[in-house]
């Protein structure tokens, strides 16, 4: 770009810069940017301007392509992510955590393997990115950074739904990294706002999930400790004759049925199909109360 004193302006880390100058460029409005990749530059540029203002970060430019805006932010939280895993390397070995976990309820499968296997956890954090950057850089299904086909945008929930158990995993085994990592990143609360806002195929939080410990696990990676898996999961009020109403995340699993509680994910009820008379739209069935029997 030339200035208007006709000095060329190079947006470019160049060696040697010093750690306070990186990315210290004037900010260039989205319309005159010209190269193939404006939508990953106006992305770090809103990134580096305040990483705290994630709405900003998150609202696309006036008719920016859908997918392309899901791509790119998808491609940015996978870049900044390795650099929690770099951190996590300093303290979660192979033999303390042997298993990816968050809450102790699931144990999370690589699925970077032919066959899915457990993998240590940070095994799995690596796996995961290096698969993740493989398709996010595959000629097949990204040929091109300016549009992009359904069918493979439609990929990118599964790389949303590994992704986030890495900072599951962080946050409840290396809490003090997690935190360090966070609150100068924000990384977290944008991949949270993100998917809420944003939306990926076959993945969703509840806007009340946040936290990771409130994070709604689902895909066909995890082992269900006890004999069921779930399928689908809700965030539902539960109407009790007993108790007044109450929320509960509510899943449609393989083998029956499974309430939790949404603060910290334990178990309140199960109950098997065959105990199961019938489902019914409720007497406020127009917003979406169902009777169970
Ligand atoms: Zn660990
Ligand atoms: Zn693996």
């Given at each position: 770009m030339k200035m208007a004193d006709g000095v060329t302006m190079l947006r470019r880390n160049r060696p040697g810069t010093k750690a306070a100058d990186f990315c210290r460029w004037p900010d260039q409005p989205f319309e005159?940017?010209?190269?193939?990749?404006?939508?990953?530059?106006?992305?770090?540029?809103?990134?580096?301007?305040?990483?705290?203002?994630?709405?900003?970060?998150?609202?696309?430019?006036?008719?920016?392509?859908?997918?392309?805006?899901?791509?790119?932010?998808?491609?940015?939280?996978?870049l900044e992510l390795n650099g929690?895993?770099?951190r996590l390397q300093a303290e979660c070995h192979p033999e303390a955590c042997t298993q990816m976990t968050a809450t102790e309820q699931?144990?999370?499968?690589?699925?970077?393997?032919?066959?899915?296997?457990?993998?240590?956890?940070?095994d799995y954090t690596r796996h995961t990115l290096d698969?993740?950057?493989?398709?996010?850089?595959?000629n097949k299904y990204f040929p091109s950074r300016v549009s992009i086909k359904d069918s493979s945008v439609a990929k990118l929930?599964?790389?949303?739904?590994?992704?986030?158990?890495?900072?599951?995993?962080?946050?409840f085994h290396h809490r003090a990294i997690f935190d360090e990592f966070e609150?100068?990143?924000?990384?977290?609360?944008?991949?949270?706002?993100?998917?809420?806002?944003v939306g990926c195929a076959d993945f969703t939080l509840n806007s009340s999930c946040f936290r990771p410990d409130r994070a709604i696990h689902g895909g066909s990676e995890m082992i269900p400790v006890k004999d069921n898996e779930d399928e689908s999961c809700f965030l539902v009020t539960k109407h009790s004759p007993w108790r007044g109403k109450y929320k509960r995340i509510f899943s449609i699993g393989t083998a029956g049925v499974t309430t939790y509680n949404p603060t910290n994910m334990e178990i309140t009820n199960r109950w098997p199909y065959s105990d199961f008379m019938g489902a019914l739209p409720g007497p406020n069935a127009n917003h979406g109360q169902v009777s169970l029997a």
């Open positions: 005159e940017m010209e190269s193939t990749l404006v939508v990953q530059q106006y992305i770090q540029q809103q990134i580096c301007h305040d990483p705290m203002n994630v709405t900003q970060i998150l609202t696309p430019p006036e008719s920016q392509d859908e997918g392309v805006w899901k791509y790119e932010h998808l491609r940015q939280f996978c929690l895993a770099v699931w144990i999370f499968l690589c699925a970077a393997h032919k066959t899915p296997k457990e993998c240590p956890a940070i698969g993740a950057a493989c398709l996010l850089n595959s929930g599964s790389v949303c739904r590994r992704v986030y158990r890495i900072f599951s995993h962080a946050y609150n100068t990143t924000y990384l977290c609360r944008r991949f949270t706002s993100f998917v809420i806002k």
